[in-house]
Nanobody, 125 residues
């Protein structure tokens, strides 16, 4: 059974930093792309960042470029999302997902087959 488990969500102040993690069981990330999405209160789920496990450039939403960094740890089969300069608008449940999207669909949630349960990130003003 494939499971993606996110962790690291917390309450932080504006301008703070946080790192969330995504670890897989029943699935090795090899051959997959891993994406981070988020859903804020009253909002639709939106793309945040994605990376191909095998290499290549990461992809970021314009709203997080320069503030967020997606990275991977091969040994731990884990993907991280480092979030700096957090703003209240970053408040959301953050989800990781695994799939095999083509390059032009890295941002599309429908391109991902496996999803975690999410971790809450709250940024206080």
């Amino acid at each position: 059974q494939v499971q993606l488990v996110e962790s690291g969500g917390a309450l932080v102040q504006t301008g703070g930093s946080l790192r969330v993690s995504c670890v897989a069981s029943g699935l090795t990330f090899s051959g997959y792309s891993i994406g981070w999405f988020r859903q804020g209160p009253g909002k639709e789920r939106e793309f945040v960042a994605a990376i191909r496990w095998g290499g290549g450039y990461p992809y970021y939403a314009d709203s997080v470029k320069g503030r967020f960094t997606i990275s991977k740890d091969y040994a731990k089969n884990t993907v991280y999302l480092q979030m700096n300069s957090l703003q209240p608008s970053d408040t959301a449940v953050y989800y990781c997902a695994a799939g095999r999207p083509i390059v032009s669909s890295m941002h599309a949630s429908t391109s991902y087959s496996y999803w975690g349960q999410g971790t809450q990130v709250t940024v206080s003003s």
